[in-house]
């Protein structure tokens, strides 16, 4: 048991770096792809894989990615249509968004599209946001006239959750079998 225990330890402390405040670079590390899913070619459309990987640095049929400088907020512009837009991001996986449409519009934002991407309307917003791709591969929200107040929340969805339950699930189990290790070995 002590084996498995430092197997997952160690195996834990080399994934998520634990040791990188104690260790002295010579210069800083930094990953240019970071901000990037390289798995984007299974779910962006064919039609529009060219426009969103010349839009990060890249071509279709390669990994690597130009360094791009990072940006502190979300931008939203109209890719159609007349209206103000408001975005706050609420976390790093949720953003506030308040429209005012003049006419049907479609919304563009500056965060990358994924499919677990999903829109919650607010109270009092006529909730009828359509969520999508634009040809560069950003969040793109087609709306009617009036106004929309919603939040864009990037779910895991049933993955994630299932590894959050197995995790701590793996953890009491563990615990509780140091446990009984240890009563037993205490017990006459």
Known sequence: MIFYAFAVIATGSLVWRVDRP???FS???INVS???????????????LAGFAKNIGTSPDT????????????????ASGKGNIAVVRLEPRKLLVSV???GDAR?????????????????????D???????????????TSGRHDFELLFDGGFP?????????????????????????????
């Open 27 to 29: 210069a800083p590390s």
């Open 100 to 102: 005012e449409s003049q």
């Open 160 to 188: 994630e959750k299932a590894g959050v339950v197995v995790t701590m699930a793996s953890i009491l189990l563990a615990m509780g079998g140091f446990a009984f290790g240890y009563l037993r070995a205490r017990m006459p």
């Open 34 to 48: 970071r901000q990037v899913d390289m798995m984007y070619p299974t779910y962006v459309p064919a039609r529009k």
């Open 107 to 127: 919304v563009r934002f500056s965060q990358l599209y994924f499919p677990l991407w999903t829109i919650l309307p607010k109270t009092g917003s006529l909730g």
């Open 22 to 24: 104690w260790r002295a």
């Open 63 to 78: 990994f690597d990615v130009a360094p791009t400088p990072v940006e502190a907020g979300v931008r939203a512009d109209f």
């Open 129 to 143: 946001e359509i969520l999508g791709s634009s040809d560069e591969g950003h969040i793109e929200v087609s709306l």
